[in-house]
């Protein structure tokens, strides 16, 4: 607790320092242009990094009495349904008795389309009397506060450990720092809460902790002890939809949280005084920045239509993104590499 006071007076928020969520923290620390096209949209901490629509479609359960639900409800709408294929099933049948095969041939395609539910809910079955399995059998594991390094974590091992998961209702604030964040999940267990947040995995190297994410987590760990006077030692990031995740140590990663809260609040003034941050260099970031991600623009206009030179494609097509409309360049991300996008 007097490392978060000593850590609270050093970063004291002016009267007239904005207000920062953590999500938004770590984006500075990731590129202070990402911060300041984040902070123009300002966005609500989630604690989960945004997945793109697709891989949402199927969302795991964290719950042991949410696997068995769904279990019964598969079950429950199989039984309903087998009915109709059964039904489908016997009409093919009489069909080929008394017509012949070639009408029955048309009932069997019918009878085909109603079972496929039946297979699909099977399937879905199976994948979840397999996570039933598996959850019940893991042995508990407790990360060692003491560990600077990160350390590998499974859900269920936590769950085990009896860590209980509790979604926060609202995010967590600090007047000293003008900080807010809200973590996907506060793991509970012996006087300790422990933050947990999603990182997205569509990236080319899932489950590569960079410095952002340390940021964000001694964000998070600070914000819960000053908020619950409650021990906050370290977080877990899990990776995407699934159940494997790191702890990060909240002493160790609290550097880049220190360093990335002082810049962004700069490179939020210095943009106030038409002071625009640069790009990173090297420029490794922009390959797979969203921000950066070139798109078709729609209305083509005689420039850009924010003053700028138009970016113009190996196709002879007009593109845009983000990062390129807001500071007047064409970002080297690998798609416009691809697009050989230009200037005109
Ligand atoms: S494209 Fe590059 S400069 Fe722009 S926000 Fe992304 S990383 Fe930063």
Redo the contacts with the bound molecule.
Sequence with gaps: MNENSDLARELLANHDDPWLGVNLLSEFV?????GL?ESERSREDVGEDEEPPASVSYMPPHEISDIVWRIEQTTRGMARWLPVPAAACLITMVLAWRLGWVPAMAGLFVTACLAKPIFTSLEELRKLKELLAFAESRKPVVPDPKIEANQDVNWWELRKAHFEPVKPPRGLEDDATHLIGKPWRILTREGMQIPVFKKRIDGPNPTTVYRQHYARMAAYCYLLERATGAESPYGIILFGYTYTGVALNAKASRRHFREGLLAARQAIKDSQNSMLPP??DP?D??RG????KPSVKKTSTADSGDGNPKTIGADGREYH???GDR?GWV???ERAEKKQLRRA
């Design positions: 990731f590129c202070p242009r990402a096209i790009a990173p420029p970031p922009c920045c969203p921000h950066g993104s983000d990062c500071f970002p080297p991300h």
